[in-house]
């Protein structure tokens, strides 16, 4: 059974850092594509970043770009999310997600979602 | 980046309904386009893939379609666990964008 399990989240002062780790399991993680995926709640679903499946290469939101770095342990079957010089409108619930079809020129489709850790950025 | 305009963004609807959410694309996006329902609470399940592809598992009273840039989502006869909000996400580019999404809310 595939199994994404999001930690990391709390509360945060404006210009802190937080980083959000997703463990994953039942699927042979180094095969796959994964992205972060952000949910203000009540609001929409908003794409984060991307990780390709050794790491070598993300790709950025423009909103997160230069302040957020995506990186992967394929040894530990974990994704991490480092979340610099953090924003009021940062705060959000951070789901992890696997992606099913995935390419360079593609996200792929999202076929399994971690339950999500909240991030809150407030003084 | 492309951007996806679904409609309507809440739908009232009884039991047994047939219902049509309609995502449009703001450029050619071929048929890479998913489909997601989600309830309070929850992250969202995956339930339709390339417009149409409906994802193992997932009830046949499902189903989706696409003519141009416009895509929908049809739920043939409304049942009580499928009140929920649905999101229609683009894969066409390796930057996904999500429509706002559409609650179906009881009527």
């Known amino acids: 059974e595939v199994q994404l399990a999001e930690s990391g989240g709390g509360l945060v002062q404006p210009g802190g850092s937080l980083r959000l780790s997703c463990a994953a399991s039942?699927?042979?993680?180094?095969?796959?594509?994964m992205h972060w995926v952000r949910q203000v709640p009540g609001k929409g679903l908003v794409w984060v970043s991307r990780?390709?499946?050794?790491?070598?290469?993300?790709d950025y939101a423009d909103s997160v770009k230069g302040r957020f770095t995506f990186s992967r342990d394929n040894a530990k079957n974990t994704l991490y999310l480092q979340m610099n010089s953090l924003r009021a409108e940062d705060s959000a619930v951070y789901y992890c997600?696997?992606?099913?079809?995935?390419?360079?020129?593609?996200?792929?489709?999202?076929?399994?979602w971690g339950q999500g850790t909240m991030v809150t950025v407030s003084s | 980046d492309i951007q996806m305009t679904q409609s309507p963004a809440t739908l009232s609807a009884s039991v047994g309904d047939r219902v049509t959410i309609t995502c449009r694309a703001s450029q050619n996006i071929n048929n890479w386009l998913a489909w997601y329902q989600q309830k309070p609470g929850e992250a969202p399940k995956y339930l339709m893939y390339k417009a149409s592809s409906l994802v193992s598992g997932v009830p046949s009273r499902f189903s989706g379609s696409r003519s141009g840039t416009e895509f929908t989502l049809t739920i043939s006869s409304l049942q009580p666990d499928d009140f929920a909000t649905y999101y229609c996400q683009q894969y066409e580019t390796f930057s996904p964008t999500f429509g706002q999404g559409t609650k179906v809310e009881v009527k």
């Open positions: 039942g699927f042979t993680f180094s095969s796959s594509w």
């Open positions: 990780i390709n499946t050794d790491g070598s290469s993300t």
């Open positions: 997600a696997r992606a099913t079809g995935a390419w360079s020129g593609s996200a792929g489709a999202l076929d399994f």
